[in-house]
């Protein structure tokens, strides 16, 4: 166990005799003990699901919540499981609902632009939000950090074919499903906001291949959605670099490249939008803007 892993530990165990902030609780957290515990908020820093060590302190994820507590050595103890809210698990490993934390207040953990989920090797993935610390991070491969439970998605086993029909049961047909790489400058993704002037015409770039790695080409008609977002101080701001030229409409840029020409009508000044962008595939892409004059 690393040095920094064994210190928050002490600190954790000292502050729950000293205070009698946390009741000790089972904990499913890190069962291969590479530190797969922490999660991170640029504006916190290091948030640990495993403070007390295997069997201590910490987050349990069960097939219907996340109960327990988090440390954050800059922010106190967070409750997973308060009396008012709770973080729930609908067994596939989607969350939603509130943590608490007395120096933060809520964290949601289904929040617009963000969402946390529970893959099928327990990892956490995605983003939480908290009204006064901004975005907290379930998962990061670069840096890296990440949290894992022993706790995986439940499998629904399937109903066998039966056996005094001659009809087969038909095999269905895959969908169609594109591997998206998020958009491209001048646009950048959540959670950051992009700074936009009202009634300009905003491109809108991204790039998709198939479930080969191979370039989808033939993509001729997509679905763009816009729907009203709190604006948020707390949201980290880009100003937008680059406009578009022209009316709304898809280019095909070639090689699985295409640009789509957003015009934003003028009444969207002084207000925050979340644009939702559908390749027609079923899987909404999102966007953060504020528009100024």
Not at 11 to 21: C, D, P, R, T
Not at 61 to 70: E, P
Not at 92 to 105: D, F, I, K, P, R
Not at 205 to 228: A, C, F, L, M, R
Request: charged share 15%; with cysteine.
């Amino acid at each position: 166990m690393n040095k920094k892993k064994m210190g928050i530990m002490a600190l954790s165990i000292f502050v729950m005799i000293e205070m009698g902030a946390v009741t000790a609780r089972a904990e499913n957290i890190d069962l291969d003990n590479d530190d797969s515990q922490y999660a991170y908020g640029e504006n916190v820093g290091y948030l640990n699901f495993e403070p007390g060590g295997n069997g201590g302190s910490g987050a349990e994820v069960t097939n219907s919540a996340v109960t327990g507590y988090v440390w954050g050595e800059n922010i106190g103890w967070i409750n997973l499981s308060p009396v008012s809210g709770g973080v729930v698990n609908d067994g596939a490993g989607n969350l939603s609902g509130y943590a608490w934390g007395e120096n933060v207040g809520w964290i949601n953990f289904k929040p617009t632009g963000g969402g946390v989920t529970i893959g099928t090797d327990g990892v956490f993935d995605g983003w939480a939000w908290g009204e006064n610390i901004g975005w907290i991070h379930l998962k990061n491969a670069a840096i890296p950090y990440k949290v894992k439970t022993a706790w995986t998605p439940l499998s629904i086993t399937p109903t066998p074919t039966p056996t005094l029909t001659a009809t087969p049961t038909p095999t269905p047909t895959p969908a169609v499903t594109f591997t998206f790489d998020g958009f491209y400058a001048p646009v950048d993704n959540p959670p950051v906001m992009n700074i936009a002037k009202a009634g300009q015409t905003i491109p809108l770039k991204w790039h998709v291949t198939d479930q080969n790695g191979d370039p989808v080409t033939n993509i001729t008609s997509v679905e763009v959605k816009v729907t009203t977002l709190l604006c948020n101080t707390e949201t980290t701001p880009d100003q937008l670099e680059e406009y578009a030229v022209g009316d709304s409409g898809l280019q095909n840029l070639g090689d699985g490249y295409y640009q789509f020409n957003w015009k934003t009508p003028r009444s969207y000044a002084k207000s925050c939008k979340t644009l939702k962008l559908d390749l027609v595939d079923g899987v909404i892409h999102e966007a953060l803007f504020h528009f100024k004059r």
